[in-house]
């Protein structure tokens, strides 16, 4: 199974089509008026249509069992052609794409079973999905224009006592996203020293600055106080979304004191010095983050 585990929570739907063909106006009638021998098929089928649903993760050996928030399956009768839609919605970490389509595949597989002695010539046509939203369908991946800076806040790594993996490693995340770092530098753990880049980032017209390191709970960790007096307007849900990911997989997450806002129009993240720590923040916030730059501008259906 895909490893899922870095991946957040969010709204996921999908819509599947199935399409299921009779041979006769009689027996779309038997169908309609509820004279098939077997039973109700509308009902039947959507019956098993819904515990199939429910039970994809125990007949497609890759598929995580997940939670099924909703999940709706309705009938659409055309001249011969009996057209089912499945609709499941979940909140999780992967989508249901593979439940919607294994849904209305049984159902129209129960409706074959049902309509065989009335009409010998029922066949399934098309499954198929016909939309789906949530995840990284709904990311936009161009972010190629914007203009970002990596600012390693370390007493050992500026002394040369220490290597930097963490710095490095927000290079490789924002190259992920198209993300070019115009500027990288280290300096050590002083107020002074990370006011005075920042500010000068800002003036270049830097739009995103991230730092790492300095913001846990030694006396030499200054790096919120140093940002936080700058700040025009402090985005405290950023790294709340954060802390909240770490959380669930190590209790000293709450013991971070990142934050994130903006100075004027850059944003700027100060994210914890541990590679490890870094890795998961970004997973946290990450595309998502981008959005403050849409609703920055006043566009907020934007992605």
């Not at 585990?5 to 041979?23: G, P």
Request: proline share 4%; hydrophobic share 40%.
């Amino acid at each position: 199974m895909v490893d899922i585990t870095a991946k957040n929570n969010t709204l996921r739907v999908a819509v599947a089509i199935a399409q299921l063909e009779v041979s006769s106006e009689q027996t779309i009638q038997a169908i309609v008026d509820r004279q098939v021998p077997k039973g109700d098929v509308l009902e039947f089928s959507r019956a098993a249509g819904l515990l199939a649903i429910k039970k994809t993760s125990d007949v497609i050996p890759d598929c995580h069992p997940l939670p099924i928030e909703a999940a709706k399956i309705t009938h659409s009768i055309q001249g011969l052609t009996i057209d089912i839609r499945v609709e499941v919605k979940t909140i999780y970490k992967t989508g249901v794409e593979v439940e919607a389509m294994h849904g209305a595949a049984i159902t129209a597989l129960t409706m074959y079973d049902m309509l065989k002695p009335i009409d010998k010539q029922v066949s399934i046509g098309k499954v198929y999905l016909q939309e789906k939203t949530g995840g990284k369908s709904d990311a936009v991946s161009d972010y190629s224009h914007l203009k970002a800076a990596v600012l390693v806040c370390s007493d050992s790594v500026s002394s040369g006592a220490g290597n930097d993996r963490s710095g490095k490693l927000i290079q490789e995340k924002l190259a992920h996203y198209g993300i070019n770092t115009d500027r990288f530098l280290v300096v050590p753990d002083d107020v002074q020293s990370i006011q005075t880049n920042l500010k000068q980032w800002v003036a270049a017209g830097i739009s995103l600055v991230v730092l790492t390191g300095g913001t846990g709970l030694s006396l030499r960790d200054v790096t919120p106080e140093a940002i936080r007096p700058l700040l025009d307007q402090e985005i405290s849900g950023v790294m709340e979304a954060a802390r909240s990911y770490g959380q669930q997989r190590t209790p000293y997450a709450m013991l971070s004191r990142g934050l994130a806002g903006f100075i004027q129009n850059t944003l700027v993240m100060a994210l914890p010095g541990s590679p490890k720590g870094v890795q998961e923040s970004m997973d946290a916030i990450f595309p998502a983050v981008f959005h403050c730059f849409a609703v920055r501008n006043g566009n907020k259906h934007q992605q």
